[in-house]
Structures are given as structure tokens and as C-alpha cells.
């Protein structure tokens, strides 16, 4: 999900906007999906994408960044997913 206004930044416990994942992934300094594949959470994006202007190819792009960010990259060296 593309991070370029501040309506679409996660938020940390003191309110702070989180400049590396969405409000869909991460609130009040915790994910909001804690228990939530890599490929569950590609799903539940694209379901929240759909809405909105953007073509077919260009959440397809947006949604294959994801596996780069910490959250899954951890995921994937502790052998969780």
C-alpha cells in the first residue's frame, strides 16, 4: 500500500505516524493482524484496495513490496511462514 499521505500511516502508542507500514497493518503501535500470514494479508489488502482507482497491475505492486518489510522478513528467518 502506497505510504504517501499521512490518512494511510500506522500509528505508535503516542500517536506518532509510523512511516514504514499502513493503518491496516499497524495501530496504537501494534499490528493489527498479529497472527496474519504474508499471503492472508495480500488478501485482506487487496479486498481493502479494490475501492478504490487503481488498476489490477498497480495493487498487484503495491501488495509485492510486502514481503520486504521487517514484519514478514522476521517472519521468514525464525521459519513461521
Given at each position: 500500500m502506497p505510504l504517501d499521505e499521512n490518512s494511510v500511516l500506522g500509528t505508535e502508542k503516542d500517536g506518532t505516524r509510523n512511516h514504514v507500514y499502513c493503518r491496516?497493518?499497524?495501530s496504537d503501535?501494534?499490528?493489527t493482524h498479529p497472527g496474519m500470514t504474508l499471503d492472508e494479508?495480500?488478501?485482506h489488502l487487496l479486498k481493502l484496495m479494490k475501492p478504490s482507482d487503481m488498476t489490477e497491475e498497480q495493487m498487484e505492486e503495491h501488495l509485492a513490496g510486502l514481503k520486504y518489510l521487517r514484519r514478514w522478513l522476521d517472519d521468514e528467518e525464525d521459519g513461521a511462514h
Open positions: 491496516f497493518c499497524y503501535g501494534q499490528f494479508m495480500k488478501e
